[in-house]
């Protein structure tokens, strides 16, 4: 499994907030643990109280595996990336226009040259709307934001963050924070 879930300040193209408060936030409240690269860290001992699971028993492997790889469940801080990478899991995603609700046709033959340049204008077809293809509306299943919180080998609509953890970063960094699921970045 190759699919992440996402947590990010909104707006998604906004001057991102100090990756150090996210780092203190996450790490004080527990739900981040050690690190393990500049970038990576090990879930915490509050993990689980701050990420609620669908399903009866979700499998999660947690340590890093003996060959070394990232295939386990581990949390990546991305820091402010512009323009930042449309990441989407295409077989949920379906964007729409944020103004007008409106569907996007074509989208998927698309997606490969939006990658890059998510602060691009699109204008819908339906309503002449002019807005950043890192703000279309995914239904949470793509991100494009200049800083986020990626907690790896999570499947998409799997597992969502508790209130107070999005609650808690808004208090550090004094901005909204969404969430998402999409394709890893490994």
Known sequence: MNASLYLFPLPVLDQPPAVDKVIA????CGFMGDSL????????????????????SPYLQLQKPD???WGFCHIRLHEDRFPPLLHVT??????????????????????SRWGEVSPRLWQCEQCAA?????????RQYGVAARCSVEIHQVYPGEALPGEGLLQLLQEQ?????GYAWADSLV
Do not use: N
């Open 173 to 177: 960094t004094g901005r909204e924070w």
């Open 67 to 69: 060959d070394g790889g």
């Open 25 to 28: 936030a996450l790490q004080g």
């Open 90 to 111: 295409p077989q949920r995603g379906r964007p729409r226009c944020p103004v007008c609700r409106g569907s996007i046709p074509g989208w998927k033959e698309r997606l």
């Open 130 to 138: 002019l807005t950043p293809l890192a703000e279309l509306d995914w």
């Open 37 to 56: 690269d500049e970038q990576r860290y090990l879930t915490g001992p509050a993990f689980f109280s701050h990420i609620t699971f669908a399903g009866c």
